[in-house]
């Protein structure tokens, strides 16, 4: 029997065989087929070798380097005006680009992927599995961070005003309370996992969304941390910041609110949406 096609249109009695087929091709995806195409994303990572995620999530955090690298390069060249840090913005996307078209494993994507799978099978296996994931990636994902940051300080490389843009935005990464900062991470947080929502939906467009959605991060100063660890790494190797700042004013409440963020107000919240139609 053959398969009934699925979306607007598709079965009208007005349009002819080959319209119905245009039809279901332009319908948009239904939440539960977005859920599933994530969650099968979140299986085949869970899946993966521990070697596997962290070489993926160790290039994930190189690739983050170059949003700080190339919102430097464009501040630096720019006037010092009131709209500067939203023509700068646009470079923070190129890391978020890298790494999702890449294929690399960064892990405020993983709290929304890896953890589909444990809701819909909520055993011990899979919240093990999980728990390794998010392990593996972060540290990796962290060391990545590091290796850039290190490298931005090699002598030479760099003219001073490019230099100049670097240690200013460096700095902005280790402002703000403890509490603040979790609140721009859960903005942060949210906003990452929407946008790897978004991506099967957004199919040709999923360049267009990833510059959208991250460029709103950067230019409402939000918390990633990812991305801001390359920058608040930075800041300790120039001497602009001591280790301790880094772990309890920037890397504690960032990966709190990253959390929260892409945990509770995406993965719980979209699951519970659809959970009513998964079947079995």
Not at 192 to 200: D, E, G, Q
Not at 206 to 231: D, K, M, W, Y
Request: contains cysteine.
């Amino acid at each position: 029997m053959a398969e009934k096609k699925q979306g607007a249109g598709a079965q009208s009695p007005h349009l002819s065989p080959p319209e119905q087929d245009q039809a279901a091709k332009h319908a948009s995806l239904r939440a539960l087929v977005v859920h599933e195409i994530i969650r099968e994303e979140g299986e085949a990572a869970l899946a993966r070798r521990s070697s596997a995620l962290f070489w993926s999530a160790l290039a994930a955090g190189l690739s983050m380097g170059f949003s700080f690298l190339t919102m430097a390069m464009l501040q630096s060249s720019l006037p010092d005006a009131p709209w500067r840090h939203l023509v700068a913005g646009l470079g923070y996307s190129i890391g978020f680009m890298i790494v999702i078209l890449g294929r690399q494993q960064l892990f405020t994507e993983s709290t929304l992927t890896a953890l589909l799978p444990l809701l819909t099978r909520p055993d011990r296996e899979t919240l093990l599995s999980l728990l390794r994931l998010w392990s593996i990636v972060l540290c990796a994902n962290l060391l990545g961070t590091l290796i850039f940051a290190y490298g931005l300080t090699a002598p030479g490389v760099f003219k001073p005003e490019v230099l100049a843009a670097l240690g200013d935005i460096a700095a902005h990464a280790l402002q703000g309370s403890f509490w603040s900062t979790v609140l721009r991470a859960v903005f942060a947080g949210w906003l990452i996992a929407l946008m790897v929502w978004l991506l099967p939906s957004s199919k040709a467009s999923s360049l267009l969304t990833i510059l959208i959605i991250t460029f709103v991060v950067a230019i409402s100063n939000l918390s990633h941390v990812i991305a801001g660890s390359v920058e608040a790494f930075y800041a300790v190797l120039t001497g602009r910041a001591q280790l301790g700042d880094y772990f309890v004013e920037f890397l504690l409440p960032t990966l709190l609110g990253n959390m929260i963020g892409g945990v509770s107000l995406v993965a719980l919240l979209n699951h519970a949406a659809i959970a009513p139609e998964m079947v079995g």
